[in-house]
């Protein structure tokens, strides 16, 4: 048993993924070679098939959403990129100060209002808040944010200097976009998070968009994000009917695989999501857009209108789909 544990850590794999994908249990371990690991994607597979620049595209959330929406894909509502020195909004104004945010929402907002602010280049669901915009007497605006009332200016001085440091800090700034409203269907099975499809598309070599891979992510109670390393789900998507299969937890949140969400305790396997056609469309369309970037992870949210693109990711989880498989590497891959 040993041997042949250490014949497949020997592949590549991690003791983690060695858990994760069940390898322990192959009856051939020449099996495990169906599975595509962490340490070859990122040396090997990944920097191959991306290479293209138009991945910076995708990194930088706000040129991501200019892109899009310009293409008529659907994209969260945002108000602009707020930053001391550059901040913009989508109309050419400026958003760099207190008073440019109160006057942005003033335009704009029906208010109460709950926002996301969100950095220009952040991974991973990090410095991600929520909070929710109020109208005061005459032109004053609030926020209410962590149980407490603040003022504008008290409020963007609680935002995180060090949220910018992800692809090596290059990409400065907020995007403050509306908190989005999911479809009823999602409320009911993860009501805690803004929970997104994970699909991860790809562009062959005759320039042909697959669609490879998908599932659902959900969030825990108390938790802010639908992050997999948060110890939320990844619940298994078939791609044909958008039917939802058992969800599973990381290792380190205790690898427990579900039928229900744990907190919730709705019943997940077997339920077909609604408009499913309509998501792998939508991601589709948006792979062809950007088709230098061969193999994307897209996050979808649903909402009552329709799939909303929350981003597109060039460097995607890969144990968060593959999980649900018998590996990547199927012959069509290779």
Known sequence: MMFKKLRILGLGFTDEEYELYGLGGLSDPARATQYLSNRWNDLYFRPKI????????????????????????????????????HGVTAGGRPLRTADDLRDAFIRNCDFPTRLVFKP????????????????????????????KKFSLQEFTGLLPR??????????DGWLVQEYIDQHPFMKEIGPYTVNTFRVITFIDQSGHCKVQMAA??????????????KG??????????????????????????TAFHPDTQVHLEGREVPGWNSIVEVCER???????????????????EGP???????????????VHTNGYLTDDVR
């Open 232 to 257: 939320g789900l990844s619940v298994a998507v078939d791609l044909k009917r958008g039917r939802l299969g058992k969800g599973v937890s990381k290792p380190s949140y205790g690898g427990r695989w």
């Open 162 to 171: 060090d949220a910018f440091l992800d692809y090596g800090g290059g990409y």
């Open 286 to 304: 948006a792979a062809k857009s950007i088709s230098g970037v061969r193999s994307v992870g897209w996050d979808i949210a649903y909402t009552p």
């Open 120 to 147: 220009r280049g952040g991974r991973q669901g990090q410095n991600i808040i929520v909070c929710e915009v109020g109208r005061g007497d005459g032109e004053s605006v609030h926020v209410l944010f962590s149980g």
């Open 50 to 85: 991306n290479r293209c620049q138009q991945r910076h595209v995708l990194e930088d959330k706000w040129v991501t959403h200019l892109y899009f929406l310009s293409l008529s894909l659907p994209v969260p509502k945002t108000y602009g990129m707020f930053h001391e020195k």
């Open 216 to 229: 659902l992510r959900l969030g825990r109670q108390g938790s802010s994000a639908d992050n997999w390393d």
């Open 308 to 322: 909303v693109i929350i981003e597109g990711n060039a460097v995607w989880s890969l144990p968060l789909t593959q």
